[in-house]
């Protein structure tokens, strides 16, 4: 599934399918175009629309080019969980995507975002906690409020997941 809404996103991005833009169904429909590919055909398909996006990110507009870096690298480390193989946490992605996190909480009026922004919690455990791949335990344990987390997801495609995640 990852690996079809990877590969999905800059096909859609290339292509101009950008209605209903990260919501579930966007994402389902990468998933569904992708059912019946083989692992090695998403990696082919990827790899050849590789220079055309690499090329064209610098062009895209602000936030949206870290957006997209944001959404790569959650799910990089997401595929990294599932198969035990930890990754770089503090990576050049890694960095893009707290940008756009705290980007992101810069422009919400809650009070929670703000309060967010003012954590001391490690890079890679804030990302993580915002992009919803820590249950409520994992996010307090870090140090963080997992009410506030959770106020300020709750509008996005996330949410704290049940039980933790290891990684």
Same mark, same amino acid.
């Given at each position: 599934? $990852?690996?079809?809404?990877?590969?999905?996103?800059?096909?859609?991005?290339?292509?101009?399918?950008?209605?209903?833009? $990260?919501?579930?169904?966007?994402? =389902? $429909?990468?998933?569904?175009?992708?059912?019946?590919?083989?692992?090695?055909?998403?990696?082919?398909?990827?790899?050849?629309?590789?220079?055309?996006?690499?090329?064209?990110?610098?062009?895209?507009?602000?936030?949206?080019?870290?957006?997209?870096?944001?959404?790569?690298?959650?799910?990089?480390?997401?595929?990294?969980?599932?198969?035990?193989?930890?990754?770089?946490?503090?990576?050049?992605?890694?960095?893009?995507?707290?940008?756009?996190?705290?980007?992101?909480?810069?422009?919400?009026? =809650?009070?929670?975002? =703000?309060?967010?922004?003012?954590?001391?919690?490690?890079?890679?455990?804030?990302?993580?906690?915002?992009?919803?791949?820590?249950? $409520?335990?994992?996010?307090?344990?870090?140090?963080?409020?997992?009410?506030?987390?959770?106020?300020?997801?709750?509008?996005?495609?996330?949410?704290?997941?049940?039980?933790?995640?290891?990684?």
């Amino acid at each position: 599934m $990852a690996v079809s809404h990877l590969v999905g996103v800059p096909e859609d991005v290339l292509s101009g399918n950008m209605l209903g833009v $990260a919501t579930e169904a966007w994402t =389902q $429909a990468q998933v569904d175009r992708h059912s019946n590919d083989s692992l090695m055909t998403l990696l082919y398909t990827w790899e050849a629309m590789g220079p055309t996006i690499d090329s064209s990110l610098p062009n895209f507009p602000k936030p949206i080019n870290s957006q997209f870096v944001y959404d790569a690298c959650a799910h990089e480390h997401d595929i990294r969980s599932a198969i035990s193989r930890p990754g770089a946490r503090d990576s050049q992605s890694v960095r893009v995507a707290l940008g756009f996190i705290r980007f992101t909480l810069l422009q919400r009026p =809650q009070p929670e975002a =703000q309060e967010l922004l003012k954590s001391t919690v490690g890079d890679f455990d804030f990302f993580r906690s915002m992009s919803g791949r820590r249950s $409520a335990e994992q996010i307090a344990n870090c140090g963080l409020d997992p009410s506030k987390v959770q106020m300020v997801i709750r509008d996005s495609p996330f949410s704290l997941p049940i039980t933790s995640i290891s990684e």
